[in-house]
T-cell receptor
Framework: GNSVTQMEGPVTLSEEAFLTINCTYT??????LFWYVQYPGEGLQLLLK?????DKGSNKGFEATYRKETTSFHLEKGSVQVSDSAVYFCALRETGNTPLVFGKGTRLSVIA | EADIYQTPRYLVIGTGKKITLECSQTMGHDKMYWYQQDPGMELHLIHY???????EKGDLSSESTVSRIRTEHFPLTLESARPSHTSQYLCASSDPGSGDTEAFFGQGTRLTVV
């Protein structure tokens, strides 16, 4: 079946540090890939997405590239801020008619 | 801004009580989902619906039930709450027919059963 494996946390970084959260997936077809973010006490918000190989999703300084050859969708940000402290989820959807499949989440804490 | 709402945001209830968690969306989405989020953050799909009068069980077995009588409404019911039901419950909706593949989430209901 489909699955998502993401880097285990927690991750603690100093402000302005470089962030990478690894995500790899297993899927039988060509899924769409997503990163969601969950701030404390809130639901999930879509951070970025990519729907086909070599697409790059980007938003708020975060980026991730859909790499079919390595089945990966790693999240990166060049300079994190305290306000980026949250839980990040990688997810995939095989087709529009199937529910999202999530990774286990990675908690990021950014300290000033 | 996603238009999907969950009520209540927080609920503390005694063992054995019947509860209904409400989820409504104003986007006209056919597909709706309920996820249970454990304290370790992991999300588990417990129910989903592809449209009115359609409901399916998710990957995680749950004692809760759902109904989908109207497109915009997807309530989740626990007939007899137990402490093991203490969790965060997240509702989501999507409309792949519009070309968007992502799901939109509500703010969640944090349920505590004492």
């Amino acid at each position: 079946g489909n699955s998502v494996t993401q880097m285990e946390g927690p991750v603690t970084l100093s402000e302005e540090a470089f962030l990478t959260i690894n995500c790899t997936y297993t899927a039988t077809g060509y899924p769409s890939l997503f990163w969601y973010v969950q701030y404390p006490g809130e639901g999930l918000q879509l951070l970025l997405k990519a729907t086909k190989a070599d697409d790059k999703g980007s938003n708020k300084g975060f980026e991730a590239t859909y790499r079919k050859e390595t089945t990966s969708f790693h999240l990166e940000k060049g300079s994190v801020q305290v306000s980026d402290s949250a839980v990040y989820f990688c997810a995939l959807r095989e087709t529009g008619n199937t529910p999202l499949v999530f990774g286990k989440g990675t908690r990021l804490s950014v300290i000033a | 801004e996603a238009d999907i709402y969950q009520t209540p945001r927080y609920l503390v209830i005694g063992t054995g009580k019947k509860i209904t968690l409400e989820c409504s969306q104003t986007m006209g989405h056919d597909k709706m989902y309920w996820y249970q989020q454990d304290p370790g953050m992991e999300l588990h799909l417990i129910h989903y619906s592809y449209g009115v009068n359609s409901t399916e069980k998710g990957d995680l077995s749950s004692e809760s039930t759902v109904s989908r009588i109207r497109t915009e409404h997807f309530p989740l019911t626990l007939e007899s709450a137990r402490p093991s039901h203490t969790s965060q419950y997240l509702c989501a909706s999507s409309d792949p027919g519009s070309g968007d593949t992502e799901a939109f989430f509500g703010q969640g209901t944090r349920l505590t059963v004492v």
